[in-house]
Structures are given as C-alpha cells and as structure tokens.
C-alpha cells in the first residue's frame, strides 16, 4: 500500500498542513505513554517510513534523524505513570495525542490518527484502524514516539539497573516481573496494571 495515499487525497482537497499522530507505551508496566504528532512536507517525500514495530532500530535511528530534518513539523507528549493511574491508559493516551498535536506550529488543518477519535480538537480528523502501517504520517509519528520512549527508558536503566529497562522498555518481560517481584515497585511503575497492582496489595496484605 503507498503511504502517502491518505495524505495525496487531503492535499488534492486543498489541505497543506496534515499531522500524523500516535502513540507508543500503552502496554508497559513501568514509564510513561509518549504521543508524537508530525506535519510531513508535501514536497519532500521521506522514503522508507512505516510502523515503528516493524523497523530495526538502526533504520528508526535513521529514519528520526530524516523526519525531524525534513517534517514542518513535529511535537511530543509524554503522560507519566500518576496521571495514567488516575485517568486511565485510553484517555492518558488520548489527552497525550491531542496535547502534541495542539504544540504543533503551524497548526494543521486535518489530523490523521492511529485508530483514535480525537472530536475534541476541533479540527477535522480521521482515525484509521492500524493507520501506522497505512499513512506516513501516522508512520512518522510512531516513530518518533517510540525512539523518545526508547530512550527514556534507557535512561532510566541507568537510576535502576537491576530492573533492566533497556531491555524491556518497562514492558511486562519475565525479567521485568521478575525484578518487580525481587526488588519491588518503583515511583515509575503503573500501579493500577496488574502485575504491579497484585505485588502491591501482596504488600499490604503481608504487613497487616
């Protein structure tokens, strides 16, 4: 499928400034959720994007360094543990989306979104099932979300090597659930998913 199918049918309406929006971190026990939305150029066509899951990181690597050269425009979120825990991953996840979008200068006159109906914009939008993998906006999206995710997990490896967020970026490995259970939860832990919620109320339960 081309890429640029969704967004060669806005341009043909009159529509310049396009943003592509995602997320990346939904799934995690541990870290934030980290939205990105990205207004590509209609004229200088970025070869070689696609959903962030199916490229190696070497070609990520590559790929981010092009789309933050090349884009007009892009911008990213992060909503952190406490706010997921107390709002939920969809609506953390929405809010993170919509954030981005309304950081980006200039502001778009349509968004492309990642399965996610975003009326609260006020901005016309159109959300497409599996849209990383479908539109390159959506694409260049995901894959600036994932390479700052990425590396703000690595980064935390760092305060606490003994959960090997590098590793797993805080998704829930047998490693990481391991380590929850050895060394305990941490403050960057989702404590209402639940292999962290169960490890805590086994806590609670033991010091009664």
Not at 84 to 109: G, H, V
Request: charged share 30%; aromatic share 10%; glycine share 4%.
């Amino acid at each position: 499928m081309n890429l640029y199918s969704y967004e060669k049918e806005l341009y043909n309406k009159g529509h310049v400034y396009i943003a592509g929006c995602d997320e990346v971190g939904r799934g995690p026990l541990a870290g934030p959720v980290v939205a990105a939305a990205v207004v590509l150029n209609k004229d200088d066509v970025i070869e070689g994007l696609n959903d962030s899951k199916k490229l190696s990181e070497k070609k990520r690597i590559l790929l981010e360094k092009e789309i933050k050269e090349r884009a007009i425009a892009y911008e990213f979120v992060y909503i952190w543990p406490k706010e997921i825990d107390k709002i939920n991953i969809y609506q953390a996840s929405k809010k993170a989306m919509i954030e981005a979008i309304r950081k980006l200068e200039p502001q778009p006159t349509f968004v492309l979104s990642d399965a996610m109906p975003l009326p609260a914009l006020d901005i016309p939008f159109e959300s497409i099932i599996k849209g990383d993998s479908k539109s390159a906006s959506i694409a260049a999206a995901s894959i600036i979300a994932k390479q700052e995710r990425d590396r703000y997990m690595i980064e935390i490896s760092k305060k606490y090597p003994n959960y090997g967020f590098e590793k797993h970026k805080g998704y829930p490995t047998k490693l990481h659930v391991e380590a929850l259970q050895k060394y305990g939860v941490l403050e960057i832990h989702r404590r209402t998913y639940k292999p962290v919620y169960d490890i805590l109320h086994k806590q609670i339960r033991l010091d009664i």
